[in-house]
């Protein structure tokens, strides 16, 4: 809050009333399986990598798209701590987390991860004003895809953990 929040506006602005049960975020790993006996493993990546990055300072903005390729309306991600992003990323793939990528990171919050082609000008033309400058972001979260009470597909943290060294 509150960039979660205005995040979550710009999605029901477009329509995209399930993307705002996922809070906004930036997916640093891909979706991937792990083995329930490699979940200390895989977490143990994951506070490694925290641990050598501190909080990252974002902007956020302008809006974009991943057309041709996937009908995906986002906010782009830049600012001072952008290598640190990409750096970040890197360090996640190993141990039960290593996967081969099918495509290249972009640092990226979805806004509508599914939109109609011939919606998308229209989309990028009513929100081509945000920026958001100075986001803190200060957690590291695995998410875990659940089901909830009306069986639909959910994603829900499973650990958080903060940037930095342990204290």
Do not use: C
């Not at 990546?45 to 309306?73: E, Q, Y």
């Not at 979260?141 to 342990?166: I, K, N, Q, S, Y």
């Amino acid at each position: 809050p509150p960039v979660a929040h205005e995040v979550d506006g710009l999605r029901r602005a477009l329509g995209d009333g399930g993307l705002v049960k996922v809070d906004p975020h930036i997916t640093l790993i891909p979706p991937v399986n792990v083995r329930e006996d490699e979940l200390g493993a895989a977490l143990a990546v994951v506070r490694a990598a925290a641990a050598s990055t501190g909080v990252l300072t974002l902007d956020l903005g302008p809006v974009a798209t991943f057309l041709p390729v996937s009908p995906v309306v986002f906010l782009a991600v830049g600012g001072p701590s952008l290598p640190t992003v990409h750096a970040l990323q890197a360090s996640l793939h190993e141990g039960p987390l290593a996967r081969p990528l099918s495509h290249d990171f972009v640092p990226h919050v979805t806004v509508v991860d599914v939109l109609a082609p011939e919606r998308i000008p229209e989309a990028m033309s009513a929100l081509s004003g945000y920026r958001r400058s100075i986001v803190k972001v200060r957690h590291l979260h695995v998410m875990e895809e659940v089901r909830d009470e009306e069986d639909r597909r959910v994603w829900r943290p499973l650990a958080g953990v903060a940037f930095g060294p342990p204290s």
